[in-house]
């Protein structure tokens, strides 16, 4: 639920039927929602070996490299079919494509392990790390009151 009070409704049976596109990710806003001749006009080219890919595009040089989504998660690009006339109005949004690896894009700078897109993927690791530490921290104090009583 968003804070004003609408409700977002995501429609998961469309994940059945959702494409499996290359997904880029880019430095810049694109103000266009159709379809577009990617393959055609944006075609990335391995530079060396370290895996850092480089594309034009509208004569600027992007470099890049592949991502991978976390262990068991799948990327989702969702999809809006009507738009709501006002904040107060609730939404639904179905899947239209899913992904587990993405090429990210930087328009000055190499692509790097700082980056925050690839620093971004190391959040559920560490979001389970935490879980697990404050579990057994838990069950330590526990332990620790009732070895005391």
Known sequence: MSSNGSVTTVQLP???QAEQPQIHFLPCEIEHDGAAQVS???TAVVQDHKHEIS???RGRELKGAEVSCPKDYTGLVMKEDHKPSSDQEDRTVR????FHRFSYWNLTTQPSPDDGVVMSMTWP???EA???L???FQMNITNLCHTAM
């Open 14 to 16: 469309s994940i059945g």
């Open 55 to 57: 594309v034009s595009y």
């Open 40 to 42: 055609h006009y944006f």
């Open 134 to 136: 404050g579990y057994f």
């Open 125 to 127: 690791t560490l979001a």
């Open 130 to 132: 935490v879980s697990v």
């Open 95 to 98: 899947i239209s494509s899913t």
